[in-house]
């Protein structure tokens, strides 16, 4: 080989590497931009920007379509291709609707009477067209629920080639993404506090499903086979109810299932052992899920009623009982702690090394991500709040019980920028794929982009 045949070889192979970098850096090009379970593929509400995401949208404008959805769900909608997932649950009877606003008190004493549908509806993302519907299971509930929520609470997710839906009192169903039924894993159900019932959503991860079923009799988290829906383990859980999804966080070290608790906050490995636990004096109700962002990991909740609302972000590599000592702020492996600054239902989210919370009431508050110091404090945006906020192009959206969503600037000083309305009941949290929002409500899925209709 000659010289200058060397020097094209060497320089074919260059570009090869440069492209192979390139495409590698960039997913996007590999897979579309998927939204596979609650609060997206990071579980932290943050979806990339994308010119195509709206920041204004009613019920005509920059709508792409809208579909009716049957029955109730406060479920969030998840997103794989050009599939959308939804769960429901329709009643042959009469059922009260849900209230906006805090509720005082017990739920609901008795189950509903009627024979219920437990569904599953898949929708084509460019067109809303119906794909499939599939009945998870039909029966009467043997358990009652908050009087806010639903028989459909929590949200599905979906590795790219099955789909697992969880109904937190009755099974996990399992499909392939053309609604083919796989398995099914019955649950016993269990009473739960004040008859809430369960809301955690299932999460997967590389060929395990985590079900959390946190209640007032037996509490556990087990793992499924993701092929079989065979129980590959259970861990008991000295835990009364609670209703935050777990969180598999990953980090340089190891991968790890962090659960919040009333009694204790804890990580499992994947086996289900216990990596570390802390004692956080959590609120009455633990509903906020779990995150991380930046290379912290973060644990909340904020009953309004309680006096005690915290919040605490972790650092990595936590080994054995990390409970910070009374007048304590921080420790070896707790970054920083916040007392009165948890939320009731909603999860926080970090955006440009801002913490956002969202308060049910209809405040936002903002500390700085890395060490909790307060950034701004309570500013008043209105409205009463169920869904997590989520953001996108420098911006956060705070959907409301009432149908609206406050846009509101990112940074360190609090700017509304302008409120949306889709003049309906809404508890779900949305979801952000392909420059496509998907906003659902009583009665709705919307699908908001500044795409052309096809």
């Known amino acids: 080989m000659t010289p200058r045949q060397t020097a094209q070889v060497i320089l074919a192979i260059a570009v090869l590497l440069q492209l192979g970098t390139a495409f590698a850096a960039d997913p996007a090009k590999k897979t579309p931009d998927n939204w596979p379970r609650f609060r997206g593929p990071n579980a932290d509400g943050v979806a990339a920007d994308d010119p195509r995401l709206q920041d204004t949208w009613s019920k005509t404008e920059n709508v792409k379509w809208v579909v009716d959805v049957a029955g ?34 017990q739920g609901v004493k008795t189950p509903p009477k009627g024979v219920h549908h437990w569904l599953v509806q898949c929708f084509d993302l460019k067109t809303g067209k119906q794909l499939w519907k599939e009945e998870s299971h039909k029966g009467e509930p043997t358990v009652p629920r908050h009087p806010k929520s639903s028989y459909a609470a929590e949200t599905p997710t979906t590795d790219g080639e099955r789909l697992y839906v969880l109904f937190g009192d009755v099974g996990l169903y399992c499909y392939d993404l053309d609604g083919k039924p796989l398995w099914s894993h019955t649950i016993d159900a269990k009473k739960t506090f004040f008859n809430y019932g369960a809301a955690a959503s299932p999460v997967v991860h590389d060929g395990q499903v985590f079900l959390l079923y946190d209640n007032q009799e037996k509490s556990y988290l087990a793992s499924l086979d993701a092929k079989t829906g065979k129980e590959q383990w ?49 609120s009455n109700l633990v ?56 939320p009731y239902n909603t999860s926080p989210l970090v955006v440009g090394g801002h913490y956002y919370t969202l308060h049910d009431q209809g405040f936002l508050t903002c500390h700085d991500a890395k060490s909790g110091k307060e950034v701004y404090g309570r500013e008043r945006i209105g409205g009463s709040y169920t869904a997590s906020p989520w953001a996108y192009n420098g911006k956060l959206f705070c959907l409301g019980e ?42 709705k899925l919307y699908c908001v982009t500044n795409q052309p209709k096809k």
């Not at 769900?73 to 009469?94: H, L, Q, R």
């Not at 835990?239 to 190891?254: G, Q």
């Not at 990390?322 to 916040?338: H, M, P, R, S």
């Not at 920028?417 to 779900?428: H, I, M, Y």
């Open 234 to 282: 259970r861990t008991e859980r000295d835990e009364p109810s609670t209703w935050a999804t777990p969180f598999v966080w990953k980090t340089a070290d190891r991968t790890e299932v962090v659960t919040c608790g009333k009694k204790k906050n804890r990580a499992y490995d994947l086996k289900g052992n216990l990596l570390w636990e802390f004692d956080g004096k959590m």
């Open 402 to 443: 009432d149908g609206k969503t406050r846009v509101v600037k990112t940074g360190a000083e609090y700017e509304l920028l302008g409120t949306n309305d889709l003049g309906e009941f809404c508890l779900a949290t949305p979801a952000v794929s392909q420059g496509n929002l998907l906003i659902r409500t009583a009665t």
């Open 287 to 342: 509903i906020p899920s779990p995150f991380a962002a930046d290379g912290l990991l973060y644990i909340t909740s904020g009953y309004v009623g309680d006096k005690h609302r915290p919040v605490y972000a972790i650092k990595p590599g936590a080994k054995g009982d990390i409970t910070l000592t009374d007048g304590e702020k921080a420790n070896d492996f707790v970054a920083w702690y916040q007392p009165l600054a948890g």
């Open 72 to 105: 109730r769900g406060c479920s969030g909608p998840v997103v794989w291709g050009d599939k959308v997932f939804v769960t429901s649950v329709i009643s042959d009877g009469d059922e009260a609707a849900p209230k906006p606003g805090l509720y005082q008190g």
